[in-house]
């Protein structure tokens, strides 16, 4: 597991950092609010959990984290801060941290913290999937694009679903009929590129990246842009 460290107090980074390697983890270690505001959502996939300062050069930890969770980074944030007026945590809960704690602090309590984090975002994970900018929630059956609640009709999540679980992967009609609606349906029909393209209107919103592909001859991906370059 990864563990994004910002810290600009090299002593305290070095200090997570060496005791997260003894416990197992990778760290990587970050010094200012501009690179993190920038890099960590490019890492997404490479990342499990971030421990984020609050007071650092540049950009500070709350308009980071903000930033961070409107480009739809889900990871768990712990902020660390010196910062420990109540009204203080409630600003960083309310940017999106998943918990918060106040300097000086014992690694023992950091490492409590973290496992408890991870546990729980591994728990939600299994009812949420999440590809690209898109999260689908398998509970509601509610996706989100960009921080924007994109409503489905009952055809269009299992077609969605099937999607999200298949990234890349070309699927053809006959395919996609057997998963979304059943074997004795029509074959002839032209039903599956007739919610392909209902559901291709919500997910392809203007300004984002074109993510439900037709493959002539072949049927449709759901193509992450990070895949079209491998």
């Known amino acids: 597991m990864n563990i994004v460290i910002v810290e600009d107090d090299p002593k305290i980074a070095s200090f997570i950092s060496r005791g997260l390697r ?5 760290t990587t270690l970050i010094q200012d609010g501009d690179s993190a505001m920038s890099v960590v959502p490019l890492m997404r996939d490479d990342i499990d959990l971030v421990l984020l300062d609050l007071g650092l ?30 009204s203080e945590k409630v600003k960083g809960l309310n940017a999106g941290a998943t918990d918060y704690v106040t300097k000086p602090f014992s690694f023992d309590e950091l490492l409590a913290r973290i ?19 898109v999260s689908f929630d398998l509970v509601s059956k509610v996706a989100f694009r960009g921080g924007r609640r994109i409503e489905l009709a ?77």
């Open 22 to 26: 003894a416990e197992g983890y990778a």
């Open 57 to 86: 050069p540049g950009k500070d930890g709350k308009a980071v984290l903000a930033h961070w969770r409107s480009e739809k980074f889900s990871k768990p944030v712990i902020i660390l801060t010196a910062r420990d007026e109540i």
């Open 115 to 133: 496992r408890a984090a991870l546990r729980n975002f591994e728990t939600t994970s299994l009812t949420t999937l999440e590809v690209a900018d």
């Open 154 to 230: 009952q055809r269009e999540w299992a077609l969605l679903e099937l999607f999200m679980r298949n990234p890349s992967q070309v699927l053809s009609r006959i395919q996609i009929l057997n998963h979304v609606w059943d074997y004795s349906f029509d074959p002839g029909s032209n039903i599956v590129d007739v919610y392909v393209g209902y559901l291709r209107k919500k997910i392809n919103i203007p300004h984002h990246d074109s993510l439900i592909q037709t493959v002539r001859g072949a049927g449709y991906r759901f193509l992450p842009p990070s895949s079209r370059w491998q």
